[in-house]
């Protein structure tokens, strides 16, 4: 008898107990043991029957030639209550472990496997013949292959028979195919394909095939593609995944073609975007429906921004007022240097100084107030990057100052010295000195208004510089007084003030009589110097304050506000204030100027005549040369001229630095020019101060945006560009045209624009000499020491080196130095001879027309028995002429004729 069963199934039904604890001893007991057992039960069941426990497939008890015996199915009641059992015990699975995809992976074995057609007996033949045999497994079973090629040939399975998940491929070609003919295996359909079932001539078939439009397919074998999600979409047949929808793109379909678009001026901020919802507004725009404040609202009403505010993409008035973003992202806001309300936030104020930080609607620095942040509270003023309470020694402070600038100015009279002195003392030198970094610290000060993003240091710098154009405010000004009004009214009534003080001041000197007394009352042109100087010193301030109410610039919102006082609103009650007194200001400017240039055009006059007005105009004229007295009126039509830019450009910084910057070149070409100032060493200071400051307008020029002016600065740049060109051919056409106007008609004379004006006649110069020589001639040697003293002290230090150069070119070009004096003192300078730049050709030409001018000449000089230079061609001596003085003319005639000629060969 035989019972199918196994090891493991008499373990389980509790007939051979499982140690709990076994170690490699204990087993490889065991082992041992059972195979005594079976040793054991061939011998006693070769001669006896029995009853066995046996698995198949196994050569154990095949020679016994066992027979099965079936029992009845398992019952469980029966062998979980009774000791003795009637039915087979529980069938216990045999399970092996494979790959879950196997069919995928290997799919020919599967086939194999599938086709294979196996029996127990043809197992149990081939288990026998290896018994019987003693040859190995692998032998035994190439033994049954070859004398059953007929049984396992069908097994096999074709290569192009490609099962459900697979598809034919071209190893060659190492691609997919479409048809059988082109392929020699079957491969999985790779990710973006799927497996689609074709029937041919030999049979069935699969061939991996591309995703449909709106489908993809991420995985690998594959049968079906699966329809593109939400938020992706693809338009053509490809491999390829469903693309995610882009910006202003969504979709909340599956399986489309195309994404749809976000409404007009709407756009999404990721890709993908399922819903409608998630369409915002694009950034430069915001939402401003109450009802899109929403996240998951749909409708949007998407608004241009304006100047001032930070809109990415999904911004909202919501986000803007809160400082959130419904993106999820950075949110709207102000930008820093702007300004809007809390209750309108779209309404954009530009602020001109750096008191405004941006961010919610609303927020200004350190407690500063106004649309534009401009100004602390009544009572306060800024300090320490905040508003402070005034205390009272600020304003004791303020008290003070005004009581000291009464004080300055009467000591400001008895200090002036009016007269002029044409030679600048130490004194003098400091004094100038002092009148240019004023004026220079005024044009920084006009400089620092300019609406120019400066950097940090450089701003507090411009700060400090535009105290000096009185902006006051960082110096506790706000408690002196508050309102835009109130303090332009006290800046301007300074300039009003001081000119009407000083001759009400030198009026009243003349009624006291201690004054009189000790002659300490105040001189009425003295009293008019002085008055002019404080006008002269401050016109750059006066000019920019008159200008102020003027400077209007335009905030995003479409209103205006005045530069200095951005609180202040264009074409209000107060503005209308500011610009009458503005006008005031600038008719007192007007009329010190009109009375400048009426005295600069009277002082040569005045000087000869009534010299003491010349101390009403000392402020005028002190600073500079004899020659260029008037130089002052340059520097009083610099003033206005760079504040106006700021009045016709407000909104326009980079034309208004445009402007500025060809103020300054000019006024600093006329400088150079003229060399106005008396020291030498001012010139040069006041020239390296000029170009410095024009290298800080080019970097504001950099600094500044210029988008905002950039069609009126291209056109600017265009025209400089063409007039330099211009210039340079204009002066090489002229002098071309000269020069063939001189051949043409034999002219001789240089033309006047040759030499910027008419040249003195030659008679006239040799007049005044003989005029200074004779006059030499008359004077004692008390009067030449009292000449000399004063050509060494009173002279001004250009004029005497004028003098000296002149004396050079009379001696050397003219030939006039005496024979018996060296040439060694003489100024470093070529002796520009007329003479020796003639050719030989102009030498022949001339020497007879000089021989016949020089008898004339001799002729005339006989008449009047004077002696002026002889020729070499006189033949007889004039009566009345020293024979020496002749000879040694008529020696140095020829000399000089004969080095001419020498040089032109």
């Known amino acids: 008898m035989q019972k199918i069963t196994s090891l493991e199934t008499l373990v389980s039904s509790g007939r051979m107990k499982r140690p709990s604890h076994t170690t490699k001893t204990s087993r490889v007991q065991g082992i041992g043991l059972f195979r005594k057992c079976l040793a054991i039960a061939r011998c006693l069941f070769h001669d006896h029957s029995g009853l066995i426990y046996w698995w198949t497939p196994d050569a154990t008890f095949m020679d016994l030639n066992p027979t099965k015996l079936v029992f009845p199915p398992y019952n469980a009641?029966?062998?979980?209550?009774?000791?003795?059992?009637?039915?087979?015990g529980e069938e216990t699975p045999s399970s092996k472990l494979i790959s879950h995809d196997l069919e995928f992976l290997a799919p020919d074995i599967v086939k194999l496997l599938g086709s294979g057609t196996f029996d127990i007996n043809a197992v149990n033949s081939m288990m026998a013949e290896q018994k019987g045999s003693g040859l190995s497994r692998k032998k035994v079973a190439c033994n049954w292959l070859k004398a059953n090629e007929e049984r396992w040939r069908p097994w096999i399975p074709v290569e192009t028979a490609c099962s459900l998940g697979f598809g034919l491929y071209d190893e060659t070609k190492d691609r997919f195919a479409t048809l059988r003919a082109g392929a020699t295996t079957c491969r999985a359909c790779l990710p973006g394909t799927y497996s689609m079932k074709i029937v041919d001539s030999v049979g069935v078939t699969y061939v991996c095939e591309a995703c449909p439009p709106g489908q993809q397919q991420r995985g690998a074998g594959a049968v079906v593609c699966e329809p593109c999600p939400l938020g992706t979409s693809k338009g053509y047949q490809s491999i390829e995944n469903c693309a995610p929808c882009q910006a202003g793109k969504y979709q909340d379909q599956e399986g489309t073609l195309m994404c749809k678009d976000c409404p007009n001026s709407t756009t999404t901020v990721l890709l993908g975007v399922t819903m409608l919802s998630d369409c915002v507004c694009k950034e430069g725009t915001m939402d401003v429906n109450d009802a899109g404040q929403s996240t998951f609202a749909v409708s949007k009403e998407c608004v241009e921004c304006t100047e001032g505010i930070r809109c990415p993409d999904g911004a909202t008035l919501k986000g803007?007022?809160?400082?959130?973003?419904?993106?999820?992202?950075?949110?709207?806001?102000?930008?820093?240097g702007y300004f809007s309300w809390s209750k309108e936030p779209l309404s954009i104020y530009k602020c001109p100084e750096p008191f405004c930080p941006g961010g919610r609607p609303g927020t200004c620095q350190g407690g500063r107030l106004g649309p534009t942040c401009s100004e602390c509270a009544a009572g306060m003023y800024w300090a320490n990057d905040q508003c402070t309470v005034c205390e009272v020694p600020l304003k004791v402070t303020w008290f003070v100052a005004i009581v000291a600038a009464f004080v300055l100015m009467i000591a400001a009279y008895y200090g002036t010295d009016p007269r002029y002195r044409a030679?600048?003392?130490?004194?003098?030198?400091?004094?100038?000195?002092?009148?240019?970094?004023?004026?220079?610290?005024?044009?920084?000060?006009?400089l620092s208004a300019v609406q120019v993003p400066w950097p940090g240091e450089l701003r507090v710098l411009f700060e400090f510089s535009s105290i000096f154009v009185l902006n006051l405010k960082a110096m506790g000004?706000?408690?002196?007084?508050?309102?835009?009004?109130?303090?332009?009214?006290?800046?301007a009534g300074v300039f009003l003030a001081v000119t009407g003080t000083l001759p009400t001041l030198g009026a009243l000197s003349h009624f006291l009589p201690s004054l009189k007394r000790r002659d300490l009352s105040w001189n009425f042109y003295k009293t008019i110097c002085v008055t002019g100087k404080f006008l002269q010193s401050g016109f750059t301030t006066l000019c920019n304050i008159g200008m102020v109410p003027f400077m209007c610039f335009l905030h995003p919102n479409g209103t205006h506000s005045i530069l200095k006082y951005p609180n202040t609103f264009c074409n209000s009650s107060e503005h209308w204030a500011m610009q009458i007194g503005g006008t005031v200001v600038l008719l007192l400017a007007m009329t010190h100027f009109i009375v400048c240039a009426w005295a600069c055009h009277q002082a040569p006059v005045w000087s000869r005549s009534t010299p003491h007005r010349l101390v009403g105009i000392g402020f005028l004229l002190a600073n500079y040369r004899p020659s260029t007295w008037w130089f002052g009126l340059t520097l009083l039509i610099r003033g206005p001229l760079l504040s106006f830019p700021a009045v016709v450009a407000t909104n326009s910084p980079g034309i208004n630095l445009t402007m500025m910057f060809f103020v300054l070149q000019i006024s600093f070409a006329l400088q150079l020019y003229f060399l106005p100032w008396k020291a030498p060493i001012l010139n040069i200071v006041d020239a390296t101060a000029t170009s410095l400051f024009l290298m800080l307008l080019a970097i504001s020029l950099h600094l500044e945006d210029a988008n905002r002016s950039l069609v009126v600065l291209e056109l600017v740049g265009v025209g400089v560009y063409y007039v330099s060109i211009g210039v340079i051919a204009c002066v090489w056409f002229v002098s071309l045209a000269l020069l063939a106007w001189q051949r043409?008609?034999?002219?001789?004379?240089?033309?006047?624009?040759?030499?910027?004006?008419?040249?003195?006649?030659?008679?006239?110069?040799?007049?005044?000499?003989?005029?200074?020589?004779?006059?030499?001639?008359?004077?004692?040697?008390?009067?030449?020491?009292?000449?000399?003293?004063?050509?060494?002290?009173?002279?001004?230090?250009?004029?005497?080196?004028?003098?000296?150069?002149?004396?050079?070119?009379?001696?050397?070009?003219c030939e006039l130095r005496p024979v018996s004096q060296s040439a060694a003192g003489a100024t470093a300078r070529l002796a520009a001879k007329r003479m020796s730049q003639m050719t030989r050709r102009s030498i022949t030409y001339l020497r007879p027309s000089l021989q016949k001018e020089l008898e004339e000449e001799a002729q005339e000089v006989h008449a009047d028995t004077r002696i002026v230079g002889a020729a070499g061609a006189l033949e007889e001596q004039p009566e009345g002429v020293d024979a020496e003085v002749e000879v040694r003319q008529v020696h140095s005639f020829n000399s000089s004729i004969s080095s001419f000629r020498d040089d032109a060969l």
């Not at 000004?477 to 109130?486: K, L, V």
């Open 423 to 446: 030679r600048a003392t130490v004194k003098e030198c400091m004094s100038i000195g002092t009148d240019l970094m004023l004026a220079f610290v005024q044009n920084l000060g006009i």
């Open 744 to 813: 043409c008609f034999a002219a001789r004379r240089e033309p006047k624009i040759v030499n910027l004006g008419a040249l003195p006649d030659a008679n006239d110069v040799l007049s005044a000499i003989e005029l200074v020589t004779m006059s030499l001639a008359q004077k004692t040697d008390k009067q030449k020491e009292f000449l000399l003293k004063k050509m060494s002290f009173e002279i001004s230090a250009y004029d005497l080196r004028i003098v000296g150069q002149a004396l050079d070119i009379l001696f050397d070009d």
């Open 320 to 336: 803007l007022q809160v400082g959130q973003n419904v993106t999820g992202f950075s949110g709207p806001a102000i930008l820093e």
């Open 77 to 88: 009641y029966e062998w979980n209550e009774r000791q003795v059992y009637t039915t087979a």
């Open 477 to 491: 000004f706000n408690c002196a007084s508050h309102g835009d009004m109130q303090q332009y009214v006290l800046c």
